[in-house]
């Protein structure tokens, strides 16, 4: 083979493979590599419904796209039959209607237990007994007002969760006309069970929220940490803003109304009365945002700090550190200041002021 031969040869193989390069080129263009190829997401479940009086939604990823609505409606409707004082049947108002209750439910004596956990943490603060005093108190912008002739001490016989003895086999109350109510924790401890529920069914990311209380755990739909909305001040001169914070495996609630509240010796006070000495409340704080390891620990901190004040919510962060805290408040002069824990300010979406 002569040497033009030989260069033609070699002169249409590399043609071939060139025209195969291109060609396997503009088949493959616009086509990402097979490790570039988009991930297949969990699916997506989310549902809502009414309970306790509010809103709730559960929100999680799973893979098989299973709805768990109907268990869930399931729970809650046992949940409230048993602690509940708006059915009528309901264990708690049996109790509120007489000394003794035999045969209490598991729910209920959980729940009765853990309130017992938090009033001795809270020194008598978070007390579900205290709708005694509620009866005998009405706010206003213009102040607080009690009921002419209305002895406090006497009606303060009738509060203290003390007073409230809880065994497997019954509950009994030593004072007939104490009056119990979860109106206020029920809720993060109804939140905790649900969560319970989803992860007894493999459920690992998910958001729950029952009203102002919100539990988080594990990612998103998009690998994130769930974000949830929160109250806080932009400036120091008091103006109020929406901003977010991202939770990490932890609950928040938030309590307080900085709408709503009466001005005394300077001071905006919420209407927030105190079930250890029967009055309201003469500390500033006007709102708490707490963040804690379970709904039921968050919500109970979030509505006791309301009646500590916030000088003592302060000493508290210091000294525990399974909670986080964002404060609103206001001394004299009724300039509104804001308390963020340190730890906490990384998984905020805003710079604290």
Same mark, same amino acid.
């Given at each position: 083979?002569?040497?033009?031969?030989?260069?033609?040869?070699?002169?249409?193989?590399?043609?071939?493979?060139?025209?195969?390069? %291109?060609?396997?080129?503009?088949?493959?263009?616009?086509? &990402?590599?097979?490790?570039?190829?988009?991930?297949?997401?969990?699916?997506?479940?989310?549902?809502?419904?009414?309970?306790?009086? *509010?809103?709730?939604?559960?929100?999680?990823?799973?893979?098989?796209?299973?709805?768990?609505?109907?268990? %869930?409606? @399931?729970?809650?409707?046992?949940?409230?039959?048993?602690?509940?004082?708006?059915?009528?049947?309901?264990?708690?108002?049996?109790?509120?209607?007489?000394?003794?209750?035999?045969?209490?439910?598991?729910?209920?004596?959980?729940?009765?237990?853990?309130?017992?956990?938090?009033?001795?943490?809270?020194?008598?603060?978070?007390?579900?007994?205290?709708?005694?005093?509620?009866?005998?108190?009405?706010?206003? &912008?213009?102040?607080?007002?009690?009921?002419?002739?209305?002895?406090?001490?006497?009606?303060?016989?009738? %509060?203290?969760?003390?007073?409230?003895?809880? *065994?497997?086999?019954?509950?009994?109350?030593?004072?007939?006309?104490?009056?119990?109510?979860?109106?206020?924790?029920?809720?993060?401890?109804?939140?905790?069970?649900?969560?319970?529920?989803?992860?007894?069914?493999?459920?690992?990311?998910?958001?729950?929220?029952?009203?102002?209380?919100?539990?988080?755990?594990?990612?998103?739909?998009?690998?994130?940490?769930?974000?949830?909305?929160?109250?806080?001040?932009?400036?120091?001169?008091?103006?109020?803003?929406?901003?977010?914070?991202?939770?990490?495996?932890?609950?928040?609630?938030?309590?307080?109304?900085?709408?709503?509240?009466?001005?005394?010796? @300077? %001071?905006?006070?919420?209407?927030?009365?105190?079930?250890?000495?029967?009055?309201?409340? *003469?500390?500033?704080?006007?709102?708490?945002?707490?963040?804690? &390891?379970?709904?039921?620990?968050?919500?109970?901190?979030?509505?006791?700090?309301?009646?500590?004040?916030?000088?003592?919510?302060?000493?508290?962060?210091?000294?525990?550190?399974?909670?986080?805290?964002?404060?609103?408040?206001?001394?004299?002069?009724?300039?509104?200041?804001?308390?963020?824990?340190?730890?906490?300010?990384?998984?905020? @979406?805003?710079?604290?002021?």
């Amino acid at each position: 083979m002569n040497s033009n031969a030989r260069k033609n040869i070699i002169y249409s193989l590399v043609l071939f493979a060139l025209v195969v390069l %291109v060609y396997a080129y503009r088949t493959r263009e616009g086509k &990402p590599e097979a490790e570039e190829l988009p991930k297949s997401e969990s699916g997506k479940v989310s549902f809502s419904g009414k309970t306790m009086g *509010t809103d709730y939604q559960v929100t999680y990823l799973d893979e098989e796209n299973r709805n768990f609505q109907a268990s %869930v409606d @399931s729970l809650l409707k046992v949940f409230n039959q048993s602690i509940s004082v708006y059915e009528p049947t309901s264990e708690i108002n049996q109790l509120n209607l007489r000394d003794t209750l035999l045969s209490p439910s598991p729910i209920l004596v959980s729940v009765l237990t853990e309130a017992d956990r938090m009033y001795g943490l809270t020194s008598g603060a978070l007390d579900p007994t205290q709708q005694a005093i509620e009866k005998i108190w009405t706010f206003s &912008p213009s102040g607080a007002r009690l009921q002419d002739s209305t002895d406090v001490g006497k009606v303060l016989s009738m %509060v203290g969760l003390k007073k409230v003895i809880v *065994t497997d086999t019954l509950i009994r109350k030593t004072n007939s006309g104490i009056f119990l109510d979860f109106s206020r924790s029920g809720k993060g401890y109804a939140v905790d069970l649900i969560a319970g529920l989803l992860e007894r069914k493999g459920i690992k990311n998910y958001l729950i929220q029952i009203g102002g209380e919100n539990l988080a755990k594990g990612l998103n739909e998009k690998d994130e940490l769930w974000k949830i909305g929160l109250l806080y001040l932009a400036d120091s001169m008091g103006k109020k803003a929406e901003g977010v914070v991202a939770l990490q495996d932890k609950a928040i609630s938030t309590t307080g109304n900085f709408e709503q509240f009466y001005t005394k010796d @300077s %001071v905006r006070l919420s209407f927030t009365l105190d079930p250890r000495t029967g009055y309201p409340v *003469t500390h500033g704080l006007l709102g708490a945002t707490v963040i804690g &390891p379970d709904a039921k620990t968050a919500d109970a901190m979030a509505d006791a700090l309301m009646v500590l004040g916030w000088r003592e919510a302060v000493r508290l962060d210091s000294s525990r550190t399974d909670l986080e805290m964002l404060l609103i408040y206001n001394e004299k002069g009724g300039k509104l200041k804001q308390y963020v824990s340190p730890e906490l300010t990384r998984y905020l @979406s805003f710079q604290v002021k």
